[in-house]
């Protein structure tokens, strides 16, 4: 049911905590033309609004001089997204949220955007600029063709 | 942009005789919702308040910060010995406080009906 075989679609944020549900709705919004399950587009929604979350808030440091681009390139069988921001680029990855950790005050309650990118769509990497900013972060959502 | 954030509060009984608080929310939980979330769970009585059911039927979104102040309450409730379910999240908020690990320390029923009927 694709409606696009191959589509570019571009947005650019303020860096201002809230506007990441305009890439969140945009994101929807092609996914659906896609044909994704209401299942995946939930799991995009999330992934891109934590991508853009990051971006505005690590990234470009609520500068809202500096916007976030967000770029979703339809394919035939996935939905890629960057997200991208002025700032230096992720060094380490935080380690997984530990629950446990949390309720005993042993991990801050926070720091959880990260994990649920990553465990909500099928690939993902954290890419630093080269230049010392315009890094970006990417994710890929595929069709899955033999479900719903 | 992130819609304002509501809760109120309810005294409710059990069908088993307990007193259940039901904090209800309504609109985004994200990290402007400080005050709806962990403020209106601080304004409850400590002593008088030992079961709390937090009810997301109204709620559309929420974010990693808006999790984090459902954990920040998790552990203020264990900490003045108080137990926390919740119910009316979507499937897919079902499924991020089970992947998170929010469901050891609160249970998560489908409506207030069935949550009642547990405690």
Redesign the interface.
């Known amino acids: 049911m694709s409606e696009i075989k191959t589509a570019t679609v571009e947005v650019r944020l303020p860096s201002?905590?809230?506007?990441?549900?305009?890439a969140m709705s945009t994101a929807a919004s092609v996914a659906k033309l896609m044909g994704f399950r209401d299942?995946r587009i939930?799991?995009l929604k999330?992934a891109v609004?934590?991508a853009c979350?990051n971006a505005i808030e690590h990234g470009n440091r609520l500068n809202e001089k500096l916007s976030v681009g967000v770029v979703l390139s339809a394919g035939v069988d996935s939905l890629e997204v960057k997200v991208i921001d002025d700032g230096k680029g992720m060094k380490t990855q935080p380690a997984k949220?530990?629950?446990?950790r949390?309720?005993h005050?042993e991990e801050?309650?926070?720091?959880?955007?990260m994990?649920?990118i990553q465990?909500l769509v099928d690939e993902v990497e954290w890419v630093a600029g080269s230049d010392g900013k315009s890094s970006y972060v990417r994710l890929v959502i595929r069709l899955d063709k033999d479900a719903g | 942009?992130?819609s304002e954030t509501k809760s109120r509060v309810d005294q409710l009984t059990s069908p088993a005789g307990h007193p259940v608080t039901v904090l209800r929310f309504e609109g985004d939980i994200?990290?402007?919702s400080k005050d709806a979330v962990l403020g209106a769970y601080q304004a409850l009585p400590k002593g008088a308040v030992k079961l709390i059911l937090l009810d997301f039927s109204k709620v559309d979104?929420i974010?990693?910060?808006g999790?984090?102040?459902v954990?920040?309450l998790?552990?203020e409730a264990?900490n003045s010995g108080q137990k926390v379910y919740a119910y009316g999240l979507?499937?897919?908020f079902t499924k991020?406080f089970t992947?998170?690990?929010?469901t050891?320390?609160a249970g998560l029923f489908p409506s207030q009906a069935e949550a009642l009927a547990a405690l």
Do not use: C, W
Not at chain 1, 108 to 113: L, S
Not at chain 2, 99 to 102: D, E, H, L, R
């Open positions: 201002r905590m809230g506007f990441e549900k305009v299942d939930e799991d999330t609004a934590e979350i949220p530990d629950i446990d949390k309720m005050g801050d309650p926070r720091g959880m955007g994990f649920l465990a | 942009m992130q994200a990290s402007t979104y974010n990693s910060s999790i984090a102040l954990i920040q998790l552990i264990a979507s499937p897919h991020v992947m998170v690990g929010i050891k320390y």
